[in-house]
Structures are given as structure tokens and as C-alpha cells.
């Protein structure tokens, strides 16, 4: 352990990761804090990244030069760009992860990367002085110096687990959590607030009768995260789809005189839009079908996360629930449902560059700011490490406005909006939702992650090619022109009108139902353009 | 940016300036009790909200005795400007009204500005942007008509009406967005025939909104309606009779009105701003010249034309005259044709000669009131035929509103036109956004807090 170091980042999830892994890139001196190195880059929750507007943040992490999408790429087991039906506007990349080897693969990164120490303790407080970050105080007796301290503690800051009514101190199922430092905050003029979130049971995979399911298959080939991916090598599995009934929904009411819930043993506020399945019944009554989405968690892990779930009714009920859903009916639980109760500072109290308006050279990423997921974490962390090198470095801060990224609009909404429920990454939060593609993050945020320099040149070269090709296709387009007689077949095929004179192919390939790709042919012009390249024209 | 100050008291007068039996000065703020009992004889608490206490107010440094005064006050936010506010009935002397203004002032509070106790009162959010604006209209209506509607406005009529259609708009939104946003697996969340009809309903009822305003300007701004016809044809006789008093002067000699003159009435709630013109007519006297020049210059600010003849005289060479003029004017506004003084008898060439152009034409006899009743309905008639139902319960009546109605209802259009066409729902819901933003400057602006909020109160959103 060095003696002094200029940025110490506390906690090891996706905020941790990409805030030690930015900082120490930047060439700054870098301590990683964890509770326990090996569960360093754990998917706590379900075994997915990315999703619809999620998928888009981890896009614009990979532009910047974080490390997620690489991750994800490498231990991916089900790509699926969703929303495919839709404009590419709201397309958004999603992949369920093998949870073993993402962790493994996220340690490995962390481990092995220069500039970066990793330290197994707790950061129970920290010191300060005129109102800077001096040192952060580890397992309540030694202090380590620093220069500035990145605080991603996750749901750790006096967390507590609910199953039924039954409450454990923990910071996540089996782990301890952290006391104190709320405290310390507190005592220091921060604002704390309390909120929840909740996970469902993992079953066994085998216990699991798939005829009474629907397949899900992923997307074939698989379509990578990162920019700089050519390809997904591992092998590739299906997630299965399966509804409760009111059978399911009879077991379920029965334990809500048990439920911390509906008994108000939770005081924080959950998420509304991943309420606990006894919330959906309760709520929405009339329907006597929720569908189930059960993910599996890898090859060499058994678990299989049961999304849709999500449940702090007791153990006898949770059960006893599940084994009336058609298909599970023999599930063996590997894991029980919980909520989990934790401190969270409302955001109001961070700058635009994550540090705190209280505390000069303070960072809170992640959930401590009151968001939930990992790509907003990850995005938090990404730029809380980027801002707090940049600072230490004297150079201007890293903010990106709401017309540039979702992470523009992410950090923006935790300052300016009041967060009353976990905050998530939604694309109708985007007033710019049209411009901000997860094709063109790249294109977006290639220039700001070369330049701050932690994206590879070898990525940013490709950028610029990828520019440079959209640029002489919209040349092409716009000189070439088709003649009806070339045109009307292809348009009576696809059933688009025909035209009468000789139009430009920028004018054709405004019709939805049109190819760009089937235009070029037409014209005998040379192809060789990628998708992406197609799809931004 | 700090919009206004809560810091500020105000003070001002809130009646009419001039001698009567009482004036009310109104303060509002944090300071405003502190100040009231600075002056007055009694301490007035929290206890005392909303309670009428006689008593003297006395100028602050050297107790000289102001007046004997009521003081009301209102609690925050239990106000009209949900501030602390006091009111203070005086008798109407402009000294005493100053001397108590003055005191106030010595003591930190300035002078309101035009409007500001209803700024402050929208600002705290005791009246939404239309119940303000409402304010100015009630107090400026000048019909009875135009006072119910304003009133309605003011109570909130309007914004209810608003609130309704805004909230089918967020209803439409939620769908689309639900689609876009919580819909991983992509199934069909909306019936696009569905949408297109609950789209439909709200066009049209922002149409009517929209329609009421021809008939809510009418209310609100009234219309102007010119009289003209040569000298002597009875044009200020036509006035005093509409006015019901001598306004004009009316005498045998042609050419006695030389300027304009202007009287207000009502027909059937609308207010009606009527202006009598100097005869037209050649002539060499340069005073009546710039009279009838002046009388031409009104026509384009005209939204109706009386145009006056001689019922027992043939058709002259100023008739004539006038008749061309008119003849310029057709299709631009409205003119009736008034045959006057058929007490004297009706000659059948010139009454041919009128019919035969195909406008309006109502005999009448200004001198003994004869068919007055029919000129007024044909008034009526001609102003409200463009214009919405005229009982229609809430009427717009400010041009900002409808302007704001129109760039709604023109978004929401394009919404459904590309909803119709099967456009990509990111780019509808771009044109429900517009939509709801441009209403949004009546009622307040729709965040995506609200959208979201209908989403998971209506959906089921989580696998």
C-alpha cells in the first residue's frame, strides 16, 4: 500500500470500475477501495447490460473510453438490439452477460491495469480540511491520503434487506454493509435521503421445465457493444418467457400481511418502474397475467434470474408463488427475492462534474446519487474519474450537454430534477432523443474521448474513416440519380410508388420502405459501405 | 436567474384614484404586517387573520395621526398573492392615500408595479397563467356578456377546459412513449385506428376552443362601426339614437358634424364602438374637406359600414360618390345600406337603385326610431356570422391563447397525419411534445416527470 495517493475511488461496481480505470488511464495515482476484490465488477441485480436508452449510455461510455461495452463484448451470452421495429433513434443494444465471467473479466481489467492499486477495506470516512478532501478513513482507524476521493458505494451505505419481515443489515445478499459514512457526510452538512429497490429469486436452471416456455432467441450475429469489437466469440443462449396466472397471484396475496411493504417496514421510495410483482397484483388487479422474463447467468453458473419478479414477500410465499408459474413448477430457489433499503444524497448537492458543491474534491457516483442500473452508474463513474484527473491535472472539467449524450441528460436531470424514486435512463427523457443514436455515439464523442485521451488512437482512427465514407455516401447520393424504368420494378416489389421522371437518390431514399443498399445496386454505384455508415444516411 | 424578489414588500393603492368614501391600499410580503403595526394603534396577530379591526394609523417618526382606518389581514397563504398581505380601507383623500403609501415606504416597502400583486399571486401558484390574464379582461370587460366569460376564465373555466384537452394529449403521448421506452419485447400497446380516433376528438375540441375566439374578440374588443353618407342624410341622428342622447349636434344645416365623434353602446353584449362622420360630399370649404378626408380614412379600420340615403330623395351626385367608395370596399367588410327618413316617404327609383346592389338594406327613420330594432338585428346578424355559437360555455377570449391553440392544434395535426401514414413513432412523439409545449403556454408546461407519471400509473411497466 503506496503511502499517498491522488485519487481514491470507494466501492468496486460499474461506478468504481470505470472511475478507477479513467483516473488511473489519465495517469493519475490510483486506489481502488473494495469491501472484497472479488466481487469487484458484480452484477448484483439481473445479468444484463444495456436495454432501451440504457444501452445508448453504455455506447457513449465506450466513445468516451470506458471500459463496459468491452466487457460486456467478451462475456456476452444474448445480444439483442431492441426496438428494432422503431425508428433507429430508440434501437438500443442490450446483452445478457455469463455474471462469472463478467466479474472475472472486470477484476482482470482492474488488476492488471498501471497506476492502479486495489485495497481490500471499507472507507467508513473521510478527511477534511478547509472544506477539501485531504484522506479517506478505512476500516475506522487509518487514514489514506489523497487528493480526491470518488464515492460509488452502491446500496451499501447502511443497506438492509428485507424478506418478509425479517431485516438484515447488509450492503448486498451474503455481503456486510457500510457504516458511518453516511454519518460522516452528514456531519459535514450533506443532505441524506433513503431509498429501495428490490431483486427477484434466482432458480436453478435445471429445475426449469423449458416445453412450457417461450424461446427468446438473441440476435444472429450478435451485434457488439464496442466500437472497437469485430466480433462476439463466445457461444450463445436463449432467455425463455413465461406468465404468472391467478393462481400465482392467490399465492402472492396471501403473504401481503408479511410483506414490508404493504406493513411499512420500508420507509424508502422504490422504483416505478420495476415494481416487486406483489406491487403488480395489487396495482393492477384486473390483469390476470404478468409475463416473466427468466435470464440465464452463464455457462458455469446454474442461476437463473427470474426478471419480473422482484419480491420481499416471505420465503414460505415466494416459493409456494413461483411453483404455480406453468414451467416452474419443480424450480429449485438458489436465492430469495429481497428489497433492499439504502442512503442515497440527493443529487441537487453535486456539480455537473460530480463533485460535490459541499466539499471541494469530493465525488459521489452512482447510486449514492440516487440512480439505479449499471450503465448509469457506469456512465457516473466514468466521468467522475474523468473530471476529478482533469481537475488535478488543472485542465476544464468534462460536461456534456444534453444535446451531445444521454449522459449529458442523465447528470443534468440528477441536478436539476428532484429524484423522488431510483432514477433510470429513459430515452423520452432525451429532448434530443432523435439526434442521439446508439450508432452515432462515436461520432458524437469519439473527438471529446481522443482528446481528454483515454480512448485508443486505433478507435479513433476508425471514427474518422467511418466519417469520412458517410460523407462521400452522401456526395454519391446526392449527384446520383435513377431513371424510372431502373426504379418502378424495385419500387413495385416493395410497394412504393413509381415515379414518373428521373430523380435524385437522395430524394428516393426518403421513402421508409425504401434500401439505400438496394438503391446503390440500381445505380451500379460502388458499395462497400457498412451498415452503420448506411443507416446514418 | 431570480425571477422576482419574495424578499420585497409592495404597497400600492388598489381603488381608484380620486375623492369617493373609501380607498383600499393593499400591501404584500414578508414585511407587510410588521409595517401595519408600525402605524397602527393595535397589534395585529396571526389571530386576527382575515379580521376586520377599526383603529388609527399614525405616520411612523412623529405619530402625527393619518386616518382612521379598517385593516384586513390575510395570512400567507391564505392570500390572494399567497404572500402576507394587508388591507387597509381609508377614506378617499389622495393626501391620506399618500400619506399612508409614504409611510409604508419609510418603513422598506417600494412602490408595486403595474400588476404585480397578480404576478406574485401566479407565482405562488394562487392562479395559473389564464386566471391571471383573466384578471386585466374582468376588470377592462365592458359588457355583461364579456364579464361572464372573463369570470369563467378567472375561475379557472378556461384552464379546466385546457386541463382536459392537455391531459388527453399526455394520454395519447403515454401510449407512444410506453411503446418506445418500456417495451422490450415489442408488443402492440395502441391500435393505431384506435389512437387516430381519441386524436380526432381532441382536434376537435381544441377547434371549437379555437372557433370561440371570433365570438370571445367580439366580447373582449368589441367592434367599430362607421357611419357615413353625405351631409345631412341623418348620420348624427343615427347616433343619438343608437346612443339614446344627444351626443351629436344635429341641425338642418348640412355639413355640422366636421370631425368625427365617437359613442359606445351595446348590441346584445357586444361592444360597439360607433363613429359619425362629417358628410361626404364635394365641397370648397377646407375645413369640411379635411372632414370627409377623415371620414374616408376611418373605412379600413371599420368592421361594419352604415352607409345613409335619402328615402324621398333621387340619388345625387355625393350619393354617387359614396356609392363608388363602397363599391371599393365590397367583400373587404361588411355594409349595410340604411334608407333614412322613411317617415318622409319612400321614393321606388331610389330604393331600386339600392336593392339592385345586392347588400344588406334596412329602411329606417333615425327621427322617429322606426325600425331600429331591425338595423340592430342586422348588426347582429352580419358580426356574428362568422363567429362560434355565441352560448358556448367557455369562449377565448385573448389572442395569445388562441394563437398558442393554433400551433397546438397544427403539431397534433402532423402527428396525426404521420400516425396515418405509419411514421416513426420517435418522430410522432416529437410533434406530441410540440404539441403539448405550445399548449403548455397557456396552462404551464407538461415535464417528462408528467408523462412518466401517467405512464406508471396506467401501465403495468416491468416485466
Known sequence: ?537 | MKIWDSEDTIVALSTPLGKGAIAIVRMSGPESLAILNHLFDHQVTSRDERRAITGHLYTPKDRHLIDQVVVIYYRAPRSYTGEDLVEISSHCNPLIIDRIIAAAIELGARLARPGEFTQRAFLNHKLDLSQAEAVASVIEAKTQQSLTHTLRQLEGGLSKRLGEIKQEMIQITSLIEVSLDFNEEEAEIYHPSELLRHTDRVLEAIDSLIGSFAYGKLLHEGIKLLILGKPNVGKSSLLNLLLKRERAIVSEIPGTTRDYIEGQLEIDGIPVQVVDTAGIRQTSDRIEEIGVQRALEQIPSADLVLALFDAHAPLDGDDQRLLDTLEQQRGQRPIVLVLNKIDLGIRPDTERKLTSLELPLVPLSAKTGQNLGELKQAVKHIILSDTAVENEEIVVTNRRHKIALENARRSLQKFREGLARGLDEVVLAAELRSALDYLGEITGETTTADILNHIFEEFCIGK
Not at chain 1, 423522488?420 to 461520432?443: G, K, Q, V
Open chain 1, 1 to 537: 500500500m503506496s503511502k499517498r495517493y491522488d485519487i481514491i475511488v470507494a466501492g468496486g461496481g460499474h461506478a468504481g470500475i470505470e472511475a478507477a480505470l479513467a483516473a488511473a488511464r489519465l495517469g493519475l495515482k490510483t486506489a481502488l477501495v473494495t469491501l472484497k476484490i472479488n466481487t469487484i465488477g458484480k452484477m448484483s441485480c439481473n445479468p444484463a447490460i444495456g436495454g432501451l436508452a440504457k444501452g445508448h449510455l453504455v455506447r457513449e461510455i465506450d466513445a468516451l473510453g470506458g471500459e463496459m461495452a468491452k466487457i460486456i463484448d467478451r462475456t456476452g451470452i444474448h445480444f439483442k438490439i431492441l426496438n428494432r421495429s422503431k425508428g433507429p433513434a430508440v434501437w438500443s443494444p442490450r446483452a445478457q452477460a455469463d455474471r462469472l465471467a463478467y466479474m472475472r473479466d472486470a477484476q482482470r481489467v482492474v488488476l492488471s491495469q498501471k497506476n492502479l492499486e486495489v485495497i481490500e477495506a471499507a472507507v467508513t470516512g473521510l478527511k477534511v480540511k478547509n472544506n477539501r478532501v485531504v484522506g479517506a478513513v478505512i476500516n475506522n482507524d487509518q487514514t489514506l491520503p489523497c487528493r480526491a476521493l470518488i464515492l460509488t458505494c452502491g446500496t451499501f451505505l447502511n443497506g438492509q434487506i428485507y424478506i418478509g419481515l425479517n431485516v438484515i443489515e447488509s450492503g448486498r445478499a451474503g455481503e456486510l454493509p457500510v457504516k458511518g459514512l453516511t454519518e460522516a457526510l452528514v456531519a459535514l452538512g450533506f443532505e441524506s435521503g433513503r431509498l429501495k429497490t428490490g431483486t427477484p429469486p434466482r432458480i436453478h436452471r435445471d429445475s426449469i421445465d423449458y416445453s412450457k416456455l417461450q424461446e427468446q432467441k438473441p440476435d444472429n450475429p450478435p451485434v457488439p457493444f464496442s466500437f472497437q469489437t469485430e466480433s462476439i466469440q463466445r457461444k450463445q443462449l436463449s432467455c425463455w418467457i413465461a406468465h404468472t396466472n391467478p393462481t400465482v397471484h392467490a399465492w402472492l396475496e396471501t403473504g401481503l400481511d408479511r410483506s414490508p411493504l404493504y406493513t411499512g417496514l420500508i420507509q424508502g421510495v422504490g422504483p416505478r418502474y420495476c415494481p416487486s410483482i406483489e406491487d403488480k397484483i395489487v396495482r393492477f388487479a384486473d390483469r390476470d397475467r404478468h409475463q416473466l422474463f427468466l435470464e440465464p447467468e452463464g455457462f458455469d453458473n446454474p442461476e437463473v434470474y427470474v426478471n419480473g419478479f422482484s419480491t420481499s414477500l416471505p420465503e414460505d410465499v415466494q416459493i409456494q408463488a413461483l411453483r404455480s408459474v406453468p414451467g416452474l413448477e419443480n424450480a429449485q430457489i438458489i436465492r430469495l427475492g429481497y428489497a433492499i433499503e439504502y442512503d442515497f444524497f440527493p443529487s441537487y448537492q453535486i456539480h455537473h462534474t460530480l463533485e460535490t458543491k459541499g466539499v471541494e474534491g469530493l465525488y459521489f457516483a452512482g447510486q449514492i446519487n440516487g440512480t439505479s442500473g449499471y450503465e448509469e452508474a457506469a456512465a457516473q463513474g466514468l466521468l467522475a474519474g474523468i473530471n476529478a484527473a482533469l481537475k488535478l491535472k488543472g485542465e476544464p472539467p468534462l460536461i456534456l450537454s444534453r444535446s451531445q449524450a444521454y449522459i449529458g441528460v442523465l447528470i443534468d436531470d440528477l441536478i436539476n430534477k428532484t429524484i423522488l424514486e431510483p432514477y433510470r435512463m429513459f430515452t423520452s427523457r432525451a429532448e434530443f432523443r432523435l439526434l442521439l443514436r446508439h450508432d452515432n455515439a462515436d461520432l458524437r464523442l469519439m473527438d471529446i474521448g481522443h482528446q481528454i485521451g483515454l480512448l485508443p488512437h486505433r478507435a479513433y482512427e476508425r471514427m474518422l474513416q467511418k466519417k469520412a465514407n458517410i460523407a462521400r455516401l452522401q456526395e454519391t447520393i446526392s449527384r446520383a440519380s435513377l431513371e424510372p424504368e431502373v426504379f418502378n420494378p424495385y419500387a413495385a416489389q416493395i410497394h412504393s410508388s413509381p415515379i414518373q421522371q428521373r430523380l435524385p437518390l437522395k430524394q428516393l431514399v426518403r421513402r421508409p420502405e425504401v434500401s439505400l443498399r438496394e438503391l446503390l445496386r440500381l445505380a451500379k454505384l460502388p458499395d462497400g459501405f457498412s451498415e452503420e455508415e448506411l443507416i446514418h444516411v
